[in-house]
């Protein structure tokens, strides 16, 4: 157990609606990412918080994803208007202040149909 | 930037036999290098890791070793189970930078 834990488990939802995923790491974790991961491939960087602070975004995280971290404890990632292309895995990861090792939840599925 | 190649699977082998699956990496610098394991429908779990040169990770009959004269750190088991059947993702971490990870390569051991 990583201490990592992620809501919901599965989402599925139809073409052009709204989703949020959220993500619950253990407190130690002041470093939080977000991953998305599609079948087949490694999980690809989509964005990180130090705290509350975004300090990083990858160009895959289009206008139609947004997250937050308000508190700098759990965090969201919003997905406006789905497409079947946002239909992934996304996974949360946590990194502690001690060590250099994030560890995972166990995912949220989205699929879009 | 960053980058991580692995060994494309699948890779079968039967129960008890030698596993390699290569990885090699590209980095400024010194990153630290990391094994993940992920087992269907699951997240990711961290199998290993190394932070400098030389270093051996090991954990649970696996090993690793941080060459950097050749920027690889192929995982290896001396005895594979069926319960090791997974996909194992190699990945770095370049001082703070986001965790590059590489494709992914599914093991499949048979009884």
């Known amino acids: 157990d990583t201490g990592v834990s992620q809501d919901p488990r599965h989402k599925i939802t139809k073409r052009g609606q709204n989703v949020t995923f959220r993500c619950d790491p253990i407190?130690?974790?002041?470093?939080l990412y977000w991953y998305r991961q599609t079948l087949g491939q490694g999980p690809e960087f989509l964005t990180y918080?130090?705290?509350?602070?975004?300090?990083?975004k990858s160009r895959l995280l289009s206008d139609r994803f947004s997250a937050e971290r308000p508190k700098g404890s759990f965090s969201t990632l919003e997905i406006q208007r789905t497409e079947q292309g946002d239909s992934a895995m996304y996974l949360c990861a946590g990194h502690g202040t001690l060590g250099n090792t994030i560890y995972f939840g166990e995912g949220s599925w989205l699929t879009v149909v | 930037g960053d980058s991580v190649t692995q060994m494309e699977g699948p890779v079968t082998l039967s129960e008890e036999a030698f596993l390699t699956i290569n990885c090699t990496y590209t980095a400024t610098g010194y990153p630290s290098l990391f094994w993940y394991v992920q087992y269907p429908g699951e997240g990711l779990q961290l199998l290993l890791k190394?932070?400098?040169?030389?270093d051996k990770g090991s954990n649970k009959g696996f090993e690793a070793t941080y060459r950097k004269e050749t920027t690889s750190f192929h995982l290896e088991k001396g005895s594979v189970q069926v319960s090791d059947s997974a996909v194992y993702f190699c990945?770095?971490?370049?001082?703070?930078?986001?965790?590059?990870f590489g494709p992914g390569t599914r093991l499949s051991v048979l009884p």
């Open positions: 918080f130090q705290n509350e602070a975004q300090l990083e």
């Open positions: 990945a770095l971490d370049n001082y703070g930078q986001n965790f590059v």
């Open positions: 407190s130690e974790h002041n470093r």
């Open positions: 190394a932070t400098k040169a030389d």
